[in-house]
């Protein structure tokens, strides 16, 4: 469903990213992982084409993505970040509706009920400003507008780094229903290896731009492909040990 | 977008083009005198005239003359030669002969000298002996307080102190405040005109010109060579009615009544025709000078941000159009008005009047709008760009349904800077006879009335709050909630 070819990409003297590969097949859910400036970021935005690689291919269901079709790709490619996203000057519900009073679709109502029940937002809080949300209702609004036109592929950048352990465990389970509900094909970037595995069916790691192992938890923890994986996983125990 | 700005332009001065002989006058008591004296006698010759008083100095009237913006204006014989054909020393004919070629008419001798000449207090004078401007030369403490105008002019102050051996250096002050500053001993000189009625009243001696440096300044009209036979036949009949004295007393009117029109009607009651003097009330005065505030200020902000607004989301933009396009209107803002004006005032599109008087404000609003506008657009949160990115919105929509409306307090906040600062600013509109409400100030600096200056300074002041109290309303009603918790 992505398929990501050769791509490269530098910020002048820096490499971003050296010649990577990456598959996330239909309806999976797979997770980037990696410290900070390791290129998930980069990597991520590459598919939306909010990143125009140097080198390389990528495809969304089949469609290339360029300056050409990168408009077309994002209205089929929902999108989270940390802390939503969301547009000050727009309540919940015109943020989740932009896009589709915009192109002037129908059913819009339904489809922000839908959403409110999906994402288990109150009711009262569609009316309310950014500001005037929970940091955990800005999250669900920001999936909400991320899930609004129905898309096949949902991307998430640190969707939860904003938000304290309580919320963040529930916010968890809501997501990985979502996933399943939605029958989505899920890339997420996070820091965290316990949300990396409790979401994502396929882990990749990433170091200075580069992959440096894939695969489920297990693999990481019995057989690190290099001492940087077993240093990552040291550093990660505490979380991974619940 | 700018085509349909000078468009709008061109429709605003439609008006001022009607069918009228429109006179001019300079920015001091006796020239305003003078254009009373003549929309009288134009309009009984059946003419429609419009008098635009106190249009700034020489350069600018004269460029006005010679543009068609006004048909006739009151000017002096040295005037003429010193300054405008910069050949000193003709004689009448002569100088008719060289105005003739420039397509302007000279009417009949008013009937007067009015000279420059060097006044100080009379009491002074005689406790240090000084009778001559010669005697000056053994007082070089003696603080001269001369008027701009004269100070730049080729038969003015510089050539003036050479040819007498002047050591001091003066101060350049308006000139009817100069004789308020002199009667408060604030200076001990300044330049008069002869015929000023101030000499009598401040008690005051102008110096004997003992090496004969002032050329003769004889009243007259100049006209355009095309203004109607009957209207040049009506100017010239003006010709020998006014002798010193009688100017000297009609300026003295005009000091007392402070009203221009009064004066002129002294004149026509000296000739036995009883004139009635309309006195204009408190809201006559005020209602049409604000009425063209409001058009020179509504016209050239509306201009403004139309222009403004594109102009600062292209500066938002990093790259060099943006530097490019801030220090730019930074750089307007850094000329000053007067100069602005005389940089405009000979273009073959402006000339005197509202055109030029609303080009000019326009181009002092748009720094702020510009500014305030790429600013709030910077500062929108990149994540926050990314994401209406991210939703697929093109570039267009984005702008309009994201970026603008987040912008918006700022750019709101530019315009309202603009809106006050254009309110003060439209007061020097006057200086070009845009009118306005600087028009009542440059009338009452004239008169040195304080009385007319607040008439024109006051609703300035009350009309810039509320501009800004109608812009604190639009801000209510127009930025988002979400902006304001």
């Keep these: ?242 | 977008m700018r085509r349909w700005l000078v468009l709008l332009l061109i429709l605003l001065s439609l008006p001022l083009r009607a069918q009228t002989v429109t006179v001019g006058s300079k920015k001091f008591t006796e020239s305003y005198v003078l254009g009373e004296i003549a929309r009288k006698v134009l309009t009984d010759a059946g003419f429609k005239v419009e008098h635009k008083q106190g249009i700034g100095a020489t350069g600018i009237v004269w460029t006005a003359l010679t543009k068609g913006d006004i048909g006739a204006y009151p000017e002096y014989t040295g005037t003429i030669s010193e300054e405008i054909l910069k050949k000193p020393g003709l004689d009448v004919a002569t100088m008719a002969a060289e105005l003739a070629k420039q397509g302007v008419g000279m009417s009949k001798d008013l009937g007067f000298n009015d000279g420059y000449g060097i006044a100080m207090s009379a009491s002074e004078a005689k406790r240090l002996g000084i009778a001559t401007i010669s005697d000056l030369v053994k007082h070089p403490e003696l603080k001269a307080g001369i008027s701009h105008e004269y100070l730049a002019r080729k038969d003015g102050w510089t050539p003036l102190a050479a040819k007498y051996g002047l050591t001091m250096r003066p101060d350049g002050v308006e000139h009817a405040i100069a004789y308020a500053a002199l009667s408060a001993g604030k200076i001990d000189l300044t330049d008069c005109y002869t015929t000023d009625a101030e000499i009598k009243k401040y008690d005051l001696t102008v110096l004997k010109d003992d090496r004969g440096f002032f050329p003769l300044y004889r009243a007259t009209f100049l006209y355009r060579l095309d203004l109607p036979k009957k209207a040049v036949a009506a100017l010239d009949a003006l010709g020998g009615t006014i002798d010193e004295k009688t100017m000297i007393a009609l300026n003295a009117e005009a000091n007392r009544t402070k009203d221009y029109g009064a004066a002129a009607a002294l004149y026509f009651k000296g000739r036995g025709q009883n004139v009635q003097v309309h006195h204009d009330t408190l809201t006559e005065q005020i209602a049409p000078r604000l009425l063209e505030h409001l058009a020179l200020v509504g016209v050239s902000l509306l201009a403004a941000v139309l222009v403004g607004i594109p102009l600062g989301t292209l500066a938002a933009r990093p790259g060099p159009s943006s530097g490019f396009i801030l220090s730019f209107t930074g750089l307007i803002q850094t000329i000053p008005s007067l100069a602005l004006f005389g940089l405009l005032v000979p273009l073959a599109f402006f000339g005197i009047g509202l055109r030029t008087a609303i080009f000019a404000l326009f181009l002092y609003s748009l720094l702020p709008i510009v500014r305030n506008t790429a600013a709030g657009l910077r500062a929108i949160p990149p994540a926050l760009r990314e994401s209406a990115e991210a939703l697929g919105l093109p570039a267009a929509a984005r702008l309009r349904l994201v970026e603008f409306p987040i912008a918006l307090p700022t750019i709101l906040a530019g315009v309202k800077t603009s809106a006050v600062i254009n309110v003060g600013t439209a007061t020097i509109a006057a200086l070009i006879g845009a009118g306005g409400l600087g028009q009542l100030i440059q009338s009452g600096l004239s008169l040195n009335d304080n009385e007319t200056i607040l008439k024109g300074a006051v609703p300035a002041a009350i009309l810039a709050l509320i501009v800004q109290g109608a812009f604190d309303l639009l801000e209510r009603s127009v930025v988002s909630k979400g902006l304001r918790t």
């Design chain 1, 1 to 242: 469903m992505i398929h990501l070819q050769d791509v490269t990409k530098r910020y002048g003297e820096r490499i971003a990213l050296h010649p990577t590969d990456l598959d996330v097949a239909e309806g999976g859910v797979t997770a980037l992982i990696g410290p900070s400036g390791c290129g998930k970021s980069t990597l991520i935005r590459t598919v939306l084409g909010l990143i125009e690689p140097d080198g390389g291919r990528v495809t969304v269901n089949g469609q290339g993505v360029n300056r050409e079709s990168a408009e077309a790709v994002r209205r089929k490619v929902g999108y989270v970040i940390q802390d939503g996203g969301l547009f000050p000057h727009l309540t919940a519900r015109q943020n989740v509706a932009l896009m589709a009073s915009y192109l002037k679709t129908d059913g819009v109502d339904a489809r922000l009920g839908e959403l409110a029940d999906l994402t288990r937002l109150p009711k009262d809080a569609f009316d309310r400003y950014p500001a005037e949300l929970s940091g955990g209702q800005r999250q669900r609004v920001g999936l909400m507008r991320a899930l609004m036109l129905k898309p096949k592929v949902l991307l998430l950048d640190e969707p939860l780094g904003a938000l304290d352990p309580l919320v963040r465990a529930a916010l968890q389970q809501d997501l990985k229903r979502v996933f399943t509900e939605e029958g989505l094909t899920v890339l997420l970037v996070t820091h965290d290896m316990g949300e990396a595995a409790y979401l994502a069916d396929r882990i990749v790691l990433m170091r200075d731009g580069r992959i440096v192992q894939e695969g489920a938890l297990d693999d990481f923890r019995e057989r690190p492909a290099e001492p940087f994986v077993a240093e990552f996983m040291n550093a990660q125990r505490p979380a991974v040990a619940i």
